[in-house]
């Protein structure tokens, strides 16, 4: 069975600032994706960044980096220099690659005061 | 502009009705996914097609019903049989069986029940 955990429901953090979202997950599988999504209050998912199982190094996309710990199954994004448009709900997913089923965690919901 | 677009908006259902929600894709992908989400919680696999004429259930197809006659279309039913429908469902489609398999999601269809 494959779950992914997101413990923080609500995050603040000020505007320029970094900020950590936590996201783990129980997997038996040896090959898998891990991927974190936006979602603004209008809906639409967006995907923000991707990391693979077997890569090596961290994942980055502009201010989007993901601190991934195989050993601890944990796969943080960190958002740098936060912006106001970064305010929306984050949602952190897995999916084995012996098929193409995503598994969601609830999402945390971020929100970046002035 | 190459995209996920979903139609309507927002749908209303009376009780013993069916209602058919769209789900066009010009990406040239051959996989696509209906998730349904609900208030503070994650999404939930309802259906996923990797290829024409073939579609598999998720862990809550109970009454719903989907079709895949065409590559570009993944229309989504929810049948009299679903007895709380009220939600947000959300279409997505990927590349298909392939290890960076990134889904690319619509803007949604928020359906209510009269």
């Known amino acids: 069975a494959q779950k992914i955990t997101q413990t923080q429901p609500g995050m603040f953090v000020q505007e320029k600032e970094a900020v950590t979202l936590d996201c783990t997950y129980d997997t038996s599988d040896q090959s898998y994706g891990l991927f974190w999504y936006k979602q603004p209050s209008s809906g639409e998912m967006i995907f923000l960044i991707y990391?693979?199982?077997?890569?090596?190094q961290n994942a980055t996309e502009g201010r989007y980096s993901l601190n991934f710990q195989k050993a601890r199954k944990s796969a943080n994004l960190v958002i740098s220099a936060s912006q106001l448009g970064d305010s929306a709900m984050y949602f952190c997913a897995m999916s084995p690659y012996r098929f193409n089923q995503f598994y969601f965690g609830t999402g945390t919901s971020l929100t970046v005061i002035p | 502009d190459g995209g996920i677009t979903q139609s309507p908006k927002y749908l209303f259902r009376k009780e013993g009705q069916n209602v058919t929600l769209s789900c066009e894709q010009n990406l040239n992908h051959d996989a696509m996914y209906w998730y349904r989400q609900d208030p503070g919680q994650g999404l939930r696999l309802i259906y996923y097609s990797q290829i024409v004429n073939d579609f598999q259930k998720g862990d809550i197809a109970e009454g719903y019903s989907v079709s895949r006659e065409k590559k570009e279309s993944f229309p989504l039913t929810v049948t009299s049989a679903q007895k709380n429908p009220t939600a947000f469902y959300l279409c997505?489609?990927?590349?298909?069986?392939?290890?960076?398999?990134?889904?690319?999601f619509g803007a949604g269809t928020r359906l209510s029940v009269l």
């Open positions: 997505a489609s990927s590349q298909g069986a392939e290890a960076k398999n990134i889904q690319y």
């Open positions: 990391q693979g199982s077997y890569d090596e």
